[in-house]
T-cell receptor, first 116, second 114 residues
Framework: AQSVAQPEDQVNVAEGNPLTVKCTYS??????LFWYVQYPNRGLQFLLK??????LVKGSYGFEAEFNKSQTSFHLKKPSALVSDSALYFC??????????????FGKGTKLSVKP | DSGVTQTPKHLITATGQRVTLRCSPR?????VYWYQQSLDQGLQFLIQ???????AKGNILERFSAQQFPDLHSELNLSSLELGDSALYFC?????????????FGPGTRLTVL
């Protein structure tokens, strides 16, 4: 069965410092991996996805994510955090095979707090 | 703005009642998904439709049902409501509904059951 783990409930970072939000996944085949962000009282906004190829994926708002197959990880990163990045971040996976269902499996979410 | 619209934004109702949540997908998207977000369960997939046909079912209760209409909008019907059904209900849409397809989420409907 597919699953996603986000080991940290909350990540605290000072503005201007680099940030990392961790995600590990479990699928039987190759994964499609996604990151979404949720601001208070808003829907989920798509940030980036990994399909295949380059292990470093660049996305919206300066975010990037590094796919590591041996560690089954897909950590979200940003070189310099902004206070406005404070939000709830979700990692999600969909299994990559012809008969796969369309739905995403989400992690529990990580609350990112960036202090001035 | 993702292009996915959901109505209403807020819904307050009583136990035992029935409600209908509506979703309009992005222009050109054929697949619609429904998810439930609650504090204890997190984001849970409920059901997926593709071009009017049910494609996948997740943790959807028998009291809940959905459909996708010829104009591709979708409705989620929740009946015999219980306190535990209080949650944020999201609709998402995508082009083909599988693979590397990106899902775009609506703003959600917050359901409160009193």
């Amino acid at each position: 069965a597919q699953s996603v783990a986000q080991p940290e409930d909350q990540v605290n970072v000072a503005e201007g410092n680099p940030l990392t939000v961790k995600c590990t996944y479990s699928v039987s085949g190759n994964p499609y991996l996604f990151w979404y962000v949720q601001y208070p009282n808003r829907g989920l906004q798509f940030l980036l996805k990994y399909i295949t190829g380059d292990n470093l994926v660049k996305g919206s708002y300066g975010f990037e994510a590094e796919f590591n197959k041996s560690q089954t990880s897909f950590h979200l990163k940003k070189p310099s955090a902004l206070v406005s990045d404070s939000a709830l971040y979700f990692c999600a996976v969909r299994e990559n095979y012809g008969g796969s269902q369309g739905n995403l499996i989400f992690g529990k979410g990580t609350k990112l707090s960036v202090k001035p | 703005d993702s292009g996915v619209t959901q109505t209403p934004k807020h819904l307050i109702t009583a136990t035992g009642q029935r409600v209908t949540l509506r979703c309009s997908p992005r222009s050109g998207d054929l697949s619609v998904y429904w998810y439930q977000q609650s504090l204890d369960q997190g984001l849970q997939f409920l059901i997926q439709y593709y071009n009017g046909e049910e494609r996948a079912k997740g943790n959807i209760l028998e009291r809940f049902s959905a459909q996708q209409f010829p104009d591709l909008h979708s409705e989620l019907n929740l009946s015999s409501l219980e306190l535990g059904d209080s949650a944020l209900y999201f609709c998402a849409s995508s082009v083909v509904g599988r693979g590397a397809d990106t899902q775009y989420f609506g703003p959600g409907t917050r359901l409160t059951v009193l």
